[in-house]
């Protein structure tokens, strides 16, 4: 079956590290995206990518970076410089530049907390 | 920037009545997309229902029908017919049409609980 597929479920970090979040998709899209969720908010645009070897910011970049050297892996690193990286993270894709609106596909999530 | 604002933070509804979640957004394109998202307590965001911009008729997905309000900029959800499964938050989103950006924007979300 196809679908996204992030990993680890579960992840913690100490001070001053960097860690970074898996990300594949077997569906053929060419667009991936991160987001972040916090309690009481909605989702919120970290980076997206619409082609391999390219991506741009998305709404809170700030201290994250992330890399598309592969249509199917988008991974996320959370680097020391994001003081509050407590959240849960989403990836998505989606076909891109699709005329008919196609919806982003979700992961189930990694849950990122500073040990 | 387009806004997407869910000005319910929690509803409740019987089992096997309708209940109504609220979505205003603001946009200055004429093209654009509307979703919504159901995420139960597994976390897992799951497609509920789409509306394209230019079209007038509204979206019906089984139990699950959109009220799309194109000048007043509103996008609400009906789920008829209410089942102990629908509790999970539920996102408003919108995204502008493809080619011109990708992103989606989200609402804040409505938590909503059914009672047995």
């Known amino acids: 079956d196809g679908g996204i597929t992030q990993s680890p479920k579960y992840l913690f970090r100490k001070e001053g590290q960097n860690v970074t979040l898996s990300c594949e998709q077997n569906l053929n899209h060419d667009a991936m995206y991160w987001y972040r969720q916090d309690p009481g908010q909605g989702l919120r645009l970290i980076y997206y990518s619409q082609i391999v070897n390219d991506f741009q910011k998305g709404d809170i970049a700030e201290g994250y970076s992330v890399s598309r050297e592969k249509k199917e892996s988008f991974p996320l690193t959370v680097t020391s410089a994001q003081k509050n990286p407590t959240a849960f993270y989403l990836c998505?894709?989606?076909?891109?530049?699709?005329?008919?609106?196609?919806?982003?596909?979700f992961g189930d999530g990694t849950r990122l907390s500073i040990l | 920037a387009q806004t997407v604002t869910q000005s319910q933070p929690e509803m409740s509804v019987q089992e096997a009545e309708t209940v109504t979640l609220s979505c205003t957004y603001d946009?200055?394109?004429?093209?654009?997309?509307l979703f919504w998202y159901k995420q139960p307590p597994s976390r897992q965001m799951i497609l509920v229902i789409r509306?394209?911009?230019?079209?007038?008729q509204n979206a019906t997905e089984n139990r699950f029908s959109v009220n799309f309000q194109k000048a007043a900029k509103s996008f609400s959800l009906k789920i008829s017919d209410s089942q102990l499964g629908d509790a999970a938050m539920y996102f408003c989103a919108y995204r502008a049409e493809p080619g011109v950006a990708e992103k989606l924007v989200f609402g804040k979300g409505t938590k909503l609980t059914v009672n047995p």
């Open positions: 509306q394209e911009a230019y079209k007038q």
């Open positions: 998505a894709s989606s076909i891109s530049q699709s005329p008919s609106g196609q919806p982003q596909h």
């Open positions: 946009t200055s394109e004429s093209d654009y997309y």
